[in-house]
């Protein structure tokens, strides 16, 4: 860095933070020349020379040759602590034996039927037994998971409209496309907030279905349902927010608007796709003891084998059995899905696993806490489960409007470092940081904090002010 950045209090951050990003994403290229070239052949016919938008950072997207147990390999031979988790799926690690046995048995003996197998019916009464909700149907991703519990509350009640919550991400289909990483400047009044398409290819006539209200706000919920009275089928959220930093609920939060919309006779859809074992072994839902009407899971359930499920009350989902609803699939509960599920379940997220992440949880949290104590910035660690992150800002984060406020800047400087450091986050590191999986170790989680005390040391010389809000 040049001589000329003044180290006070009164420094530019704005300066400091684009040198330091260039400098890092320098490091970043020298380390990954294999990575460049494989982009440019894939661009030849993969759109975007990727497979999914999600995989493209800056500089430039990170190549994966393999994985095995908590350390993931990029085609350049550089090795990580994987605590990107393949944004939030990865809790079992990276080819968990038992996951591994499951599915080599599986795919000896067919992969696909298009009919049940017995493991599907385990499955259901095991997640019964996690989430209190009695009767589960399968799918492929967490957007089918959610699009068919907005169908199935759209089906029950005979009604159209969804209240969705500012900040929360539902997956990919049109109903839930709405307000969910908007910019500050097409948010509106937060008493109204404006439903800003999430995607292009959203026709404003679904957009038009979709109430937008703040987290952690019951008043604001009830005012919604006033507004629309006999029109909203359900609520649906995240009930810890996991896509916006990590932003936990209130106390009574969650049951109060289990009451609101249910006395407005509309359903409450808690989207634990992500929070469903990241949290603990039955999700928020069994932490907090609020049973929605239904819980729409995915990610961490197959162990890293793509699957999702629904859960539901008897009532919710007599509406599939009696046919007014039809749930389908081609791949739905496929026996390779269901072994992987099956092992996961059983030998992946068991109450030992959960004593181990806490213990991890707790000294990365101890130790970050330490070093941001160490130079006053002030900084919030929120961790749930074995989700983590640290959010650049001095007040707590309460809801997507706040969270907004966060200079994304430091988020990508945090992740450039820790990636240069050998650990893998997912990119960007403003909206997601980190998730530990059962493979995870003490040296770990201590490489994390190394890097996170060498990035806090970097921006400390420019004082604890230049960089919290
Ligand atoms: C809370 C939540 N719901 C739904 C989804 C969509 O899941 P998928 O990408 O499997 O479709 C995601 C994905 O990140 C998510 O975080």
New binding site residues.
């Given amino acids: 860095m040049s001589s000329s950045v003044v180290q006070s209090q009164e420094t530019d951050i704005s300066d400091v933070l684009v040198q330091l990003i260039a400098g890092q994403e320098q490091v970043f290229l020298r380390r990954q020349p294999r990575s460049t070239e494989l982009i440019a052949q894939a661009r030849e016919h993969l759109a975007g020379g990727a497979t999914s938008n999600w995989q493209i950072a800056e500089p430039q997207a990170v190549w994966m040759s393999h994985g095995n147990g908590s350390k993931v390999y990029d085609v350049d031979g550089n090795e990580y602590v994987d605590m990107h988790g393949g944004?939030?799926a990865s809790i079992a690690g990276h080819a968990h034996p038992a996951i591994v046995a499951a599915v080599s048995d599986r795919v000896r003996r067919g992969t696909h039927f298009a009919q049940p197998t017995e493991d599907a019916i385990w499955i259901a009464g095991e997640l019964s037994r996690r989430f209190g909700l009695p009767l589960w149907r399968f799918a492929n991703?967490?957007?089918e998971a959610?699009m068919d519990a907005v169908h199935l509350a759209r089906a029950l009640t005979g009604r159209d409209l969804i209240i969705k919550v500012e900040g929360c991400?539902?997956?990919?289909h049109d109903s839930v496309q709405v307000s969910v990483l908007p910019d500050a400047d097409e948010i509106g009044p937060r008493d109204h907030p404006i439903g800003v398409p999430g995607n292009s290819g959203i026709a404003s006539a679904i957009r038009d279905l979709v109430i937008v209200v703040p987290f952690n706000d019951p008043d604001a919920v009830a005012r919604a349902l006033a507004e629309h009275r006999g029109q909203v089928a359900a609520m649906i959220l995240?009930p810890v927010m996991?896509?916006a930093g990590i932003i936990p609920p209130d106390d009574g939060y969650l049951a109060a608007i289990r009451d609101l919309v249910h006395a407005e006779g509309a359903l409450l859809i808690f989207?634990e796709?992500?929070t469903g074992f990241t949290t603990g072994p039955g999700g928020v839902t069994a932490l907090t003891g609020v049973v929605p009407d239904m819980v729409?899971l995915?990610?961490a359930l197959g162990g890293g084998i793509a699957v999702?499920a629904i859960g539901g009350t008897s009532t919710v989902m007599s509406a599939i059995a009696d046919g007014r609803y039809e749930q389908v699939g081609t791949f739905n509960g496929n026996p390779l899905s269901m072994a992987a599920t099956r092992a996961t379940l059983t030998d992946v997220l068991t109450p030992q696993a959960y004593t181990h992440l806490e213990a991890l949880a707790n000294r990365l949290r101890t130790s970050l806490e330490a070093v941001i104590a160490q130079h006053g910035f002030g900084w919030q660690v929120v961790t749930v489960g074995a989700k983590g992150c640290v959010t650049f800002r001095r007040d707590p984060v309460r809801e997507f409007r706040d969270f907004l406020q966060i200079d994304a800047r430091l988020g990508h400087l945090h992740w450039l470092m820790q990636h240069n450091g050998g650990v893998f986050l997912p990119p960007w590191g403003k909206v997601e940081q980190w998730l530990l999986s059962v493979q995870h170790d003490e040296d770990d989680v201590d490489r994390f904090a190394t890097n996170f005390a060498r990035f806090s040391a970097t921006l400390s010389r420019f004082g604890p002010g230049a960089v919290a809000p």
């Fill in positions: 944004y939030g991703s967490g957007t959610t991400y539902h997956g990919h995240e996991m896509n989207d796709v992500k729409c995915a990610k999702a």
